[in-house]
């Protein structure tokens, strides 16, 4: 039985949700914190648990955690001790590999995580090589099931790379100590991580059906070594992955998650639009090889069918959005034949900044279809927008229920180009 099975079965439900208060002093401190969650706000990372909500009140930071069923490790200790469990050598090699991976993407982020027992959060002031000892010191823990001594002594965990790999974490020469990528590049690290990523079905018998939970934990192993290796990377490396086929299979991730239970589901699914955003990368070459697979197609059930509007969040309709910026006119021409504008507009009743990545996303693809169009000619779209009534309900949620000043400027902008040759109606001048 796994370390997450034993938690999942231990734990009480009320670790799965958790909410925190931050109270600043001082002025420049909440500045600061506001700098790091806008930079983590949209982050997403298989190993990571990530911020659900924010609210800012006075002097006070309201957070809003997603599941975290593991609770901590400080608590994850306490019940494996209370039950008599020794944490076995490979689970022990499996945690230390989703740190890894997870430590190395943070730091690529240019962002530095404070690491305990008892909590892991973003933070601006600790080391990336303080992240690597206290990383180590939770392995120790982990490992022994007891806190760090002076001098460091194992008792449970025998000889052998694992009691390497946590020695080295905690030596105190900072040039001998590890840093993320290099931890992560530790051949026992990899082996691990190789064997989540591998195709489960080359070790089942043919007679056998492989869990989902399996191919869950297959697909996160491989998102999470892509988005690390696209985090930094070159727009000619990026490039490169597309050219090699990166978009197939991510929209076969896609394709996959969206058959499965959405506690399944919902975390690729986010994690696969983050990639698509990566890869893009402003590059309108890029845009265009992910176009020509399916992936644009999934992320479009995805965003207007799949998810319910109160669940699609800023990734999902940004990695759409991103195809509608960097796309040829002649994409976009296909993306109105697709039912796109049709598929998200209901995102304008949304979150404020998902139902803005759609006004732009919309407004990108009728300004498109406006350079199609001569000066004096119908709109391409008027017709067909008109009687199936997109523009209601670009008026209705655009303008007269917008939820900011930009959408509502945005929608006017798409509402004036589909008149350019028609008189606007009075009830929407």
Sequence with gaps: MSIEDRANKTLDDEISSKKETYTFLAEKLKKQAIEMLNRIEHLSFPFLVMINEKLFNDNQLHLTRENFPLGSVEQLIAKERKQGFVIKEQELLDFAAQGALALAFLHKHKISAQISLSNVFIANDCTYEQNMRNFGEVLFALAELQMLCDPIQFIILPYGPTRNLILQLLDKDLKQRPNAEQFLAKPEIQDRIRTWVMDPMKFLPKTQVISAQTQFSSYRAYLAQLMIEISDASADKKLILAQQGEFDQLAKVLKWAHQQSNDLARPLQEWVCQCVECLIDENSQTAKIGFQTEIFHQIQLLAGNYLDIDEVKFVHINSLKLFTTFGSDEDKKTMFDMGVVQSIKRNLQGKVD????????????????????????????????????????????????????????MISEGIGWLYKAEPIPIEIK
């Design 354 to 409: 998902v139902a803005e990545k759609t006004a732009a996303a919309i407004v990108n693809i009728i300004s498109s279809l406006n350079r199609s169009t001569k000066d004096l000619e119908q709109h391409i779209s008027f017709q067909t927008f008109n009687q199936n009534g997109v523009i209601t309900s670009l008026f209705e949620d655009g303008i007269l229920n917008a939820k900011s000043e930009n959408i509502g400027k």
